[in-house]
């Protein structure tokens, strides 16, 4: 696999950067498509409300009233109290309504009408529990000051111990007790942060499913985000608890008056301490924190692609899947301009999606490749159908044939001998097909074969002389591709390029025939189905060789041809042997079952009721 790493790894997406590039859409890590900032003059109209009903107006009418008036402190937080959940009330309705009567549109993946999300629950527990305070601190004659100054620490105390909770379910990988927002029952409890995040942004923000969807992809595809969450989980839970904690005792050591300030004023105190230590932290991140290709726009990551050597742009494409499918392109239009070396180095990998990105950049199917000094399987130019053949890539063949490979094409590189230790190997120049048959591929020549558009064409040249398909598969004693060949229509009477010997009689005449039978395990079978192949598509046993010797008038009183028949009459093979025996048999035979089969070449005796039993 060392091919394919140096050229691009299969892809996980087939996106392609051409022309004006909308970089939102590319898939690297899932985009959230959500600008807080297109909802910033909503957010801070229900910021300021918010903190306006929880802590401006509860200390401006409580130290107005109680300093300025004569009124009892029961009427003073009668009238304090009947201003809490107005904003929290609506906004909280408003949630509801959206998570109940919208379809599925703001709910959690999975969830259903009523389940509402997590964070739904979690207000609805901390406005229940708030709610019974208020009311049971404000109903005595003389009302609790102290305890109507804790609700809002009180929910910081909720909040952070439920962040905690989440933090160490999700550190130890414990299961989910139950659905959390869009994490099922059994899944990973995730930090409540990011529960946060999804619900709020979800209903609060109509992010909708969309959102949900975006949030659950890219925690699940990018470890560094999952990191930030859990780190930001912890932070807002120790701060959650140690402000609420400590807000509580400051309530109950200090007079009541300053209570009820000190509890009103947490929020605001809270959030100011948070923003500070956040934007702190962000800055010291951004000091210490080198900056990465990927906090660059990804139009600047182009353009230094483009001043990258080949070997700095490959790293550079393996570095990150950001970058990979940014940079992809480049890559591989770069190779296609120089060579295509890395389509043949695919090729020979087996990388079928990395071959049909080189083919969708514009790379030439039929560009011829000089590898050199790399042998592995020419010396000299090949060509990607030539090289997919040698490495038998059955699915990239077809993929090139698809996309209109000439398999007609010529080789003129030199086949390796340590590819093929055989006579063909010697063949030049020599054509993909003909490198099939040589190495045995048959499922490939028989594809190969299936979209040649001439099946006597000639596929190889060995010691100067020319062979055509039919020719070489027989001598190859490849019976599949014969076949397929006389199929197509091959003429199995067609005489080489001298023109004196038909294929079957060049084929048992061949002095070389014998050795190669005897290498092959089932060499016997092999020639045996290669001639009945020839016989049973009208190959003629019975045709004369011309006479090198005698020509033009003399051709007729030549005394030295020999017919195919006679050859095989002679053969060292017994099933052969046997069937030309069979064959000069009923040529003479009087008999009519005999008589009436003496043109049926390939039908043997035992399906020929009547013939004779002819001693072999």
């Given amino acids: 696999m060392a091919h394919i790493m140096r050229f691009g790894y299969e892809a996980q997406s087939k996106d392609t950067v051409t022309g004006p590039v909308d970089f939102a859409e590319l898939p690297g890590l899932p985009r959230l498509r959500y600008r807080i900032l297109d909802y910033k003059l909503k957010l801070s109209i229900i910021v300021f409300l918010l903190v306006l009903e929880s802590s ?31 904003v929290t009330g609506i906004e909280f309705g ?29 207000l609805s527990c901390g406005y229940t529990i708030m709610t019974a305070i208020l009311i049971g601190a404000s109903i005595p004659h003389e009302p609790k000051v102290r305890l109507l100054a804790i609700p809002v620490s009180l929910f910081f105390i909720q909040v952070g111990l439920q962040l905690v909770w989440s933090g160490w379910m999700n550190k130890s990988g414990r299961p989910a007790p139950c659905r959390i927002s869009s994490i099922p029952k059994g899944g990973r409890v995730p930090p409540l942060v990011f529960t946060l995040v999804e619900d709020v942004v979800g209903v609060d923000g109509a992010g909708g499913r969309e959102y949900r969807n975006a949030l659950l992809a890219r925690y699940g595809a990018s470890p560094r985000f999952r990191k930030m969450m859990a780190q930001q989980n912890w932070f807002w839970a120790v701060g959650a608890l140690v402000d609420g904690v400590g807000t509580m005792a400051v309530i109950w050591t200090v007079p009541e008056k300053v209570a009820y300030g000190v509890g009103c004023v947490a929020n605001v105190r809270h959030i100011a301490s948070f923003y500070v230590s956040q934007t702190t932290m962000a800055m010291a991140m951004a000091t210490v924190m080198p900056r990465d290709l990927g906090s660059l726009p990804p139009e600047m990551v182009l353009r230094i ?83 997919a053949v040698v490495r038998s890539q059955k699915d990239i063949i077809r993929l090139l044939l698809d996309r209109g490979a000439d398999v007609g094409a010529w080789i003129e590189g030199d086949l390796c001998y340590s590819v093929l230790d055989h006579t063909w190997a010697a063949a030049h120049p020599n054509t993909a097909l003909s490198v099939a048959v040589a190495l045995g ?31 070489q598969a027989a001598l190859c004693l490849n019976p599949e591709v014969v076949r397929q060949l006389l ?130």
């Fill in 56 to 86: 401006i107006l509860p200390i401006a009418l409580y130290y107005g009233l109680v300093l300025g008036t004569t009124l009892r402190s029961g009427i003073v937080f009668a009238i304090i109290t009947s201003f809490f959940g107005i």
């Fill in 94 to 122: 408003l949630r509801c309504l959206k998570l109940v009567w919208r379809g599925d549109t703001y709910r959690p993946l999975g969830g259903t009408r009523w389940s509402f999300d997590f964070t739904h629950w979690t």
């Fill in 305 to 387: 692609a483009g001043f990258l050597d080949q070997h700095s742009l490959c790293s550079l494409v393996r570095a990150a899947r950001f970058l990979h499918v940014l940079l992809w392109e480049v890559l591989y239009k770069r190779d296609v301009r120089h060579n295509s070396a890395g389509l043949i180095r695919c090729i020979r990998a087996g990388a079928i999606t990395a071959v049909s990105k080189f083919l969708a950049v514009g790379a030439d199917i039929n560009a011829k490749v000089d590898m050199s000094p790399d042998i592995e399987d020419f010396i000299g130019c090949t060509f990607p159908l030539a090289t």
């Fill in 441 to 471: 591929h048959t499922d490939v020549a028989v594809d190969l074969v299936q979209k040649m558009p001439d099946p006597d064409s000639v596929v190889s040249t060995l010691f100067k002389t020319d062979y055509s398909a039919l020719e």
């Fill in 487 to 616: 199929q197509r229509g091959a003429n199995p009477n067609k005489c080489g390029q001298r023109g004196n010997l038909p294929i079957l009689h060049a084929l048992l005449g061949n002095h070389n025939l014998p050795y190669w039978v005897k290498r092959m395990p089932d060499g016997e079978r092999l020639i045996t189905e290669t001639v009945m192949a020839l016989l049973q598509h009208g190959a003629d046993p019975f045709v004369k060789h011309r006479c090198a010797a005698h020509v033009d008038d003399e051709a007729a009183d030549c005394k030295c041809r020999l017919t195919a028949c006679a050859m095989g009459f002679t053969s060292p093979y017994p099933r052969l042997r046997r069937h030309f025996g069979d064959l000069h048999h009923r040529q003479r035979c009087g008999k009519l079952a005999c008589r009436g089969s003496r043109h049926k070449y390939g039908t043997v005796r035992e399906d020929i009721p009547g013939h004779c039993n002819v001693c072999s």
